[in-house]
Each structure stands twice: as C-alpha cells, then as structure tokens.
C-alpha cells in the first residue's frame, strides 16, 4: 500500500496511553498519572482528613486531578480514572458504611468523581485494589491463587483471587478478614462489632496490646513508657534493645494474626499469602511468632504448600499502581473526545 493510500483510509482515534490511579486512605490521599507500561509519570496527595465534607473532597480531588494532567500532557491523553478505597464496592460504585473514614453512609464515589472530572471512574475496595497492583507488578505476578492481605494503621484488609481471579462476592466485600471475629465479645472494633481480628492486628491493634500489657504489668520495667508516641518502628526498636514486653506486645500481634491468616489458609488453599502494610517493618519480631502460630492452626495438608511472602513493592506506589490497572478496564467515557 503507498503513501496516497494510507491517507485515503479512515482510522480510529489514536489510542490513549495515560491513566489517573487515585489511593484513598485515612489519612492522605494519593493520586496518580500511570502511562500505559505502568510507568509513573507524575504524582501528588492531600490530606483526606481536611474534607469533612465528601462534596468538598470531591471538588477538591477533581480540581488536584485535572491539574496534574494538564501539566503533564493533557486531559486528551487520559483514558480513565481508578480509584482504590476502604468499604468501597466495585459493583456499586460507591465507598458503603466506611467505618474509618469521615464520611458515613453510602457514598457514589464513581459518579461523583466522573461527573466532575467528564472521564470514566472505576472504584474497588483498597484491599482488591492492593491484590490486583501485586498481581500486575509485585510479589503476585504469574499467580492464579494467592491471598494478599494489607495490615496498616488504619486496619486489615484482603483479597483473593482465584484462578487469575478476584473474588468480590455478591455485593464485592468478599475477603473482609480485619472483620472476622477470633475473640468473643473482644475489643471494640469501627464496624460496630467486638473481637475483630483487626484490633488486634493493626497499628492501632498494637499500642492496645502495649496498653494492656502495662496495665498487667505495673512495675515491669520498660522503655515503652517513655515513648513520646506508640508506632511500628519505635516499638520494634524497643525489641532490638532487649525490651521483654516490647517483644511480648508483637508476639501477641503475630499469633492472632498467625491465627487470622490460617483460618484464611484453610478455606481458600492458597499458592501463597502475600503481605502488606507499614505493620511489616517490625519484622522478625511479628513475622516469627505469625508464622509458628500459623503452622499450628492451619490444615496440615495446605500448612506445607502455603508460602507466605513480603510485599516487594513501595507502601507509596503500589495502590496507584493497582488503581490504574483498574483504570484500564473501565469501559471508555469521555467528554474530551
């Protein structure tokens, strides 16, 4: 075919290589331009906790959004927006009875975001979208069945796929493993109920336990008490200084999550569980009791076969990333055509 022939033929548009990747968390959120190689072009965030108000965050985001793209290439260039969040519902398109966030209720996050922003807007809960960034850049690449299961200050979330796929369940809350109870009438959990695991296992799961072990232990010397402020890496510090109830509160932590993740293990029968979260960086001091109560509770056929990993991508990137894997599937809008 010449050159005069070639431009007799109609073509389509040219194909848009850039999608915006947004991470909804507690505190801050994250919002990104992802090209199509899953590169990350340009980035920012905002403190989520600003908005009390969902209709301000919302013009807020969309505002930060269409900023970001139109210095780094143009709204033209972008095909769709991804967004991951906690209680949010792929099926619904909205953020439903989060129990962390500040806005209550049921809240059309999707519709809401297009409506402003004039793209297509794909929402998923922040633990598929955590599982699905592992599946398509991290730790999860070339699996079928794996759990990935992401332990934040904020609290415990999963997904699982199965054969290369996730399972979201009739209304997409499948794998809500922070919200299953292993302590009858336990501590008070955000959701409404007692003894979820993720009071136990999460930031705020570990200063409780540290809060219990003091008031068991009154006399007990320990550096703990003259800790400004109760985090991951200031306890786990405590640990490396010979710290007995510093050790004692992560061992606490690690056997029920150990528990959580073997009840899990046993239903599912995963290739492995991959997990995430700032929790990790205590490291051996959780990972080792995790491990050795998972071995005691989980089915001896599956305790063999399970590996349980790390997570090798960064805390910063890997929602951003997994929110533009979504992007890519939500069916093309746009108002810029």
Not at 131 to 137: F, H, I, Q, V
Not at 243 to 260: C, H, I, N, P, S
């Amino acid at each position: 075919m010449n050159n005069q022939n070639i431009e007799d033929v109609e073509i389509s548009d040219q194909i848009k290589t850039r999608v915006v990747g947004i991470d909804i968390r507690i505190d801050k959120t994250t919002y990104a331009l992802v090209d199509i190689r899953g590169e990350i072009v340009a980035q920012d965030h905002f403190y989520t906790s600003d908005y009390a108000d969902v209709n301000d965050y919302i013009q807020a985001l969309a505002e930060k959004i269409i900023i970001l793209v139109e210095e780094n290439g143009g709204i033209e260039n972008v095909r769709s927006i991804g967004v991951s969040a906690p209680s949010a519902s792929s099926i619904t398109g909205c953020i439903e009875n989060a129990a962390n966030l500040p806005w209550k209720g049921i809240i059309p996050l999707a519709a809401m975001l297009r409506d402003r922003v004039g793209l297509a807007v794909a929402l998923a809960n922040d633990a598929h979208i955590t599982a699905l960034g592992e599946k398509t850049y991290g730790s999860a690449h070339g699996m079928k069945d794996f759990i990935v299961v992401s332990i934040s200050h904020g609290g415990l979330g999963s997904c699982f796929f199965s054969n290369g796929q996730p399972h979201l369940g009739f209304g997409g809350f499948a794998g809500e493993l922070g919200h299953t109870c292993v302590e009858k009438d336990g501590r008070q959990c955000g959701c409404g109920n007692k003894g979820c695991l993720e009071t136990y296992c999460s930031d705020n799961g570990l200063k409780m336990t540290i809060e219990e072990l003091m008031a068991e232990n009154k006399k007990e010397n320990t550096i703990l008490k003259g800790l400004k402020e109760l985090t991951t890496v200031s306890v786990a510090k405590c640990c490396e200084q010979g710290d007995k109830l510093a050790q004692e509160a992560f061992r606490r932590v690690g056997t029920m999550l150990g528990l959580g993740l073997a009840n899990y293990a046993s239903i599912v029968n995963p290739e492995a569980i991959i997990l995430t979260g700032d929790i990790l960086t205590a490291g051996k001091w959780l990972l080792k009791p995790m491990r050795q109560s998972f071995d005691e509770h989980v089915f001896p056929n599956i305790r063999t076969n399970t590996r349980i990993l790390v997570s090798i991508l960064k805390e910063g990137e890997r929602d951003v990333l997994g929110a533009s894997a979504l992007a890519w599937d939500a069916k093309e809008y746009s108002l810029f055509k």
